[in-house]
């Protein structure tokens, strides 16, 4: 677990680096609450894994539910947007990764910190089964496979990362 924990603080260190505080004005609160749940489901099921709950497949299939429910929701405020902002909201889905893994480690983790996650859980299934049939020019099928090679290979590093 101590590995996980230095893996989410390395990213947030390395972001943490080029942030402009005031651009938080500009962004969505309701994307920043997404991306944090994001993060937090993220957090909790890398912890599952590591305990041999999640399998391999499990681990990416989560990956890529959580990855495309937010990169849905982002995109639905436009290209420009999308590009100006998404590792500002990255870093709230870090943060909230990070706080979970913190709490696992700590002792601290609630059953009121899993109905926050079972509830995070809700806002991005509710994204996922209202999906549109396209995003940009792509089907949603053809988008989805994207998604789910881009979590393959974050998985595999991540595994690498953790010497698994």
């Given at each position: 677990?101590?590995?996980?924990?230095?893996?989410?603080?390395?990213?947030?260190?390395?972001?943490?680096?080029?942030?402009?505080?005031?651009?938080?004005?500009?962004?969505?609160?309701?994307?920043?609450?997404?991306?944090?749940?994001?993060g937090?489901?993220?957090?909790?099921?890398?912890?599952?894994?590591?305990?041999?709950?999640?399998?391999?497949?499990?681990?990416?299939?989560?990956?890529?539910?959580?990855?495309?429910?937010?990169?849905?929701?982002?995109?639905?405020?436009?290209?420009?947007?999308?590009?100006?902002?998404?590792?500002?909201?990255?870093?709230?889905?870090?943060?909230?990764?990070?706080?979970?893994?913190?709490?696992?480690?700590?002792?601290?983790?609630?059953?009121?910190?899993?109905?926050?996650?079972?509830?995070?859980?809700?806002?991005?299934?509710?994204?996922?089964?209202?999906?549109?049939?396209k995003?940009?020019?792509?089907?949603?099928?053809?988008?989805?496979?994207?998604?789910?090679?881009?979590?393959?290979?974050?998985?595999?590093?991540?595994?690498?990362l953790?010497?698994?």
């Amino acid at each position: 677990m101590k590995k996980i924990l230095l893996i989410s603080l390395i990213s947030l260190t390395t972001f943490a680096q080029s942030y402009d505080p005031n651009r938080v004005l500009k962004l969505d609160t309701d994307l920043i609450n997404l991306f944090s749940c994001s993060g937090m489901v993220s957090g909790n099921s890398l912890s599952s894994w590591d305990s041999g709950i999640f399998s391999d497949d499990q681990m990416i299939d989560i990956m890529t539910f959580n990855t495309t429910a937010v990169e849905l929701a982002l995109a639905e405020k436009g290209i420009e947007y999308y590009t100006e902002y998404l590792k500002d909201f990255n870093e709230f889905a870090e943060q909230g990764f990070n706080d979970i893994l913190e709490a696992i480690e700590e002792g601290n983790f609630t059953w009121e910190l899993q109905s926050e996650i079972d509830y995070c859980q809700y806002k991005i299934n509710k994204i996922i089964l209202n999906q549109p049939e396209k995003v940009g020019s792509y089907s949603m099928d053809r988008f989805r496979d994207a998604v789910r090679e881009a979590s393959k290979e974050r998985f595999k590093f991540i595994k690498q990362l953790l010497n698994y």
